[in-house]
């Protein structure tokens, strides 16, 4: 099955994503050396409100059951 991979140049460092199979060799696209692949960081974001992220929950459940903040969140004026 073909994968979209993240790949390093060995010798100018340029980053690119590529498209291709697990055991392919990768080249760089502009000087044409050996490209390794490279493990990117993932995009994710915790739902404090949930209650699987102890810490983030409690900080959610304070912030909107605080006096302010049930005065912001009733609609008041700017």
Known sequence: M???????CTV??????????LDDAFRCGECGA???R???PVRCQLDGAS????????KWEKRHNSPKGRNYNQGGSF
């Open 2 to 8: 073909r994968k979209i991979f993240d790949i390093s």
């Open 12 to 21: 100018c460092n340029t980053e690119r994503e590529e498209f291709g199979y």
């Open 34 to 36: 050996e490209a390794k």
């Open 38 to 40: 490279i493990i990117s």
């Open 51 to 58: 209650g699987d992220f102890p810490g983030a929950a409690m």
